[in-house]
């Protein structure tokens, strides 16, 4: 596909290389960098929204889902308002939505390429963007306005009083494109994720193919179902696990389940040993 570019992770030591390539600011003298990640079990799963796998035969109904959310959910979500902050609410919950959830974190998303045991027989993948490179493509009061906040991301306050609504998203460009924004932290998940979220102006154009009609760079770091396994146990060590991720009781649980289940003979079998230093 134009502009994406493959890199196979073949342990541990070569997703770090990865990640860390080509980041240091020579501005501040630190490692710095506008890149994001997104991390699934498969990597046959494009970037396809929620939505458009569950209503991909009406996408029409996208406006009657976030409605009927609105509706029966009003009890719970009397603490939340506005459209953009009751999106990535609705996206928490499961609900179909045209939003894609992404991370700041490569580890973060190494974790959500790692976590599905089910999954240990097929690659996985952490997808890898630059914002920055979305930037140019905007509508001209997007762009301007992340221009006067000197940002690369949108906060919710800064689209609720530029697009009340997807309609209104739509109405800005003739031509599809894409933004990003980080949620409020109003939910602990989201916080320990340091997560963000895409969001395309078409609910029937993937992000995928806006990044090869405008040929935007992007990676996908390609995880070998064979190294799986020592990608997911070297995270647990550093507290990239269930537990982290999914604040409570259910992460807690996830995490012992998969911890003490019998992964090694079944996926390591084949391995040669590591070879311990002298």
């Not at 609105?70 to 979500?77: D, I, Q, S, T, V």
């Not at 928490?92 to 998303?109: E, F, K, N, Q």
């Amino acid at each position: 596909m134009s502009g994406i570019q493959e890199v196979v992770i073949h342990d541990w030591d070569e997703l770090q290389e990865a990640v860390f390539d080509d980041v240091w600011d020579e501005k501040v003298m630190r490692y710095r960098d506008n890149r994001i990640y997104r991390g699934t079990s498969d990597q046959q799963w494009n970037l396809v929204p929620s939505l458009n796998r569950v209503c991909a035969h009406d996408l029409t109904l996208e406006s009657q889902v976030f409605r009927s959310f609105r509706k029966y959910g009003y009890a719970e979500l009397a603490g939340y308002s506005g459209f953009w902050q009751l999106l990535p609410v609705a996206q928490h919950h499961g609900l179909p939505t045209r939003l894609l959830d992404w991370t700041y974190s490569p580890l973060v998303a190494a974790h959500f390429a790692t976590e599905d045991t089910a999954c240990y027989d097929r690659d996985g993948v952490i997808w890898c963007l630059d914002v920055t490179d979305f930037k140019r493509f905007l509508p001209q009061p997007l762009a301007q306005k992340l221009r006067e906040k000197d940002c690369n991301i949108f906060t919710i306050g800064m689209l609720e009083k530029l697009i009340p609504d997807f309609e209104s998203m739509q109405k800005m460009a003739p031509e599809p494109y894409a933004l990003f924004f980080e949620p409020s932290s109003m939910i602990d998940r989201i916080v320990n994720q340091y997560a963000l979220f895409s969001v395309v102006s078409d609910p029937a154009v993937l992000l995928t193919q806006i990044i090869e009609q405008r040929s935007i760079p992007c990676r996908k770091l390609i995880i070998p179902k064979e190294v799986k396994l020592e990608i997911r146990d070297k995270l647990d060590y550093i507290n990239i696990s269930e537990r982290m991720i999914y604040p409570g009781l259910d992460g807690v649980c996830r995490w012992i389940t998969r911890r003490y289940a019998a992964l090694g003979p079944q996926y390591n079998g084949s391995r040669k040993p590591p070879r311990h230093r002298e």
